[in-house]
C-alpha cells in the first residue's frame, strides 16, 4: 500500500508526498488529508488478524491504535519510529441512568478517558509524533486548552523531542496544565485566545523549524480514525444508528467520518452512522455554520465563552472537513447551555463513570435530539466521553457544592449537587444524620 497527503478542497486535489514538512495545501490554501491506496483483496482479513492481536504481548500489537496499522500505514510499511504508551483500549460502557435521563432505551459511552495521558489526543498524538520522527524533527509545538498540551508532552517525550506548548493565559485546568509540566514541556502562556495564539504559532514553527501537532495536522487525524475502528470492532461490526461527539477543533468528527468511510469502502460495515456533534452554546460557530443558508463565510466567535474547557474554540480549523462527514453522514450539529452540560456531567456520574466537562455536551446533545424527535427512542446510540474526570477537578466541586458559576458570572443551579456535609466527631450525631 502507498500514501499521499490530498487536498481536501474538490476544486483542487493536488497530491503531496507524506515526507513534506506541510499542513495546508501550498496551492490553495486547503486542508490536507491522508489518502491510503488500500489493498480491497488483503483486507478481507484483517478482522481476524485484528482480534488475533489481541492476544499479542507485541508493543504495537498492545495499542489499541496500532492494531489497526493496516488502516494507518502512511510510513511505506515501517512502524519503526511509533512510539506507543499502549494508548487506545478504551472501554464501551452501558450508562442506563444516563439513557433513562435522555430519554432513550439505552446508551453506551466509548470513554477515550481511559487513555495513557486522559483523553482521546492520545490516539492522534502517537501518530503524530511517529510522522515527527521520521521527518527528523526535533522541536515540535501545539496551542492546547489542556488534553492536547497533555498528550504531546508525553508522547514527545517519550520520543526524545523537545515538546513546547502554547496555552492561553488562565484559561486551562490545572489538572491539564500539571500533566504538560510533570512530562517536561515548555509551556508559554499567551495572553490571547486559541485561535490568536494558534495562528501565531503558525508563523514561529515555520520561522524556527518546529513541527506543529495540532489537528490540523493531518497524521493527527489518522490516528483518531481508531477510535471509530475500535469501537466498532469491540460492536462486532453491528453500526449504531448514532455516534454523539463534542465539538471543538472539528478534528475528531473529521477523523471519525473519514473512518467511516474508509470502513465502508473496504465492506467491514454496512451502512453509515448519524453524526451528532455537539457544541457549547458559548463556543457554537459550527452550530451556526449548519444553519446559514450562505456557507461561504464561516461564522468564527472572535471570544468563545465555556466552562468546558476542552471545546472552547470559536474558529475551528477543520470545519471544511467536519461539513463533508456530517453531511455525508446525513447528521446533525446541535448546542448545549452551560447548565445542560454540567447537569448532564452529574448524571453521567451518577452511572459511576465519570468525564471532563466538555464530554458531557454528548448527553446534554442526545437529551435535546431526542425531546426534538431527532434522535428515537429506542435508536442504538454510542456517545464519545473525550476525557478524564479529573481532568477539572475544580469544576465537579464548585458544581456540587453550588458554587459553579458560567462565564457571565451567572450561577449554574446544582441540579443534581452533592454536597460534602460537615459533622462533629461524634458517633451519635452520625448515626442519627446517617439513619435520617
Known sequence: MSAVLVCFEPSCRATYSTSEVIYNCPKCGGLLEAQI????????????????????????????????????????GGFENVVTLREGNTPLLNAPKAADYAGIDRLVFKHQGFNPTGSFKDNGMTCGVAQAVKLGMKRVACVSTGNTSASMAAYSSAAGLDPIIFIPNGNISYGKLAQALEYGARTLQVEANFDEILALVRVLAERLGIYL??????????????????????????VPDWIVLPGGNLGNTSAFGKALRELLTLGFINKLPKLAVIQAAGSSPFYDYMRQQDRSQFPAVKKPETLATAIKIGDPVSYPKALHEVTTTAGIVEKATEQEIADSKAIIGLCGIGSEPASAATLAGIKKLRAQGVIGASDEVVAVLTGNVLKDPD??????????????????????????????????????????
Open 213 to 238: 501537532l495540532n489537528s490540523i495536522n493531518p497524521f493527527r487525524i489518522e490516528g483518531q480514525k481508531s477510535i471509530v475502528i475500535e469501537m466498532l470492532d469491540q460492536r462486532d461490526w453491528s
Open 395 to 436: 469544576y465537579i466541586y464548585r458544581y456540587h457544592t453550588g458554587q459553579l458559576d458560567d462565564p457571565h458570572g451567572a450561577r449554574i443551579v446544582s441540579t443534581f449537587g452533592n454536597r460534602p456535609i460537615v459533622t462533629p466527631n461524634d458517633a451519635d450525631h452520625i448515626a442519627r444524620l446517617l439513619g435520617s
Open 37 to 76: 491506496d488500500y489493498d480491497l483483496e488483503a483486507a478481507k482479513q484483517w478482522k481476524d488478524v485484528w482480534r488475533r492481536r489481541r492476544m499479542s504481548n507485541a508493543p504495537l500489537d498492545q495499542s489499541g491504535v496500532w492494531r489497526y496499522r493496516e488502516m494507518l500505514d502512511l510510513f511505506g
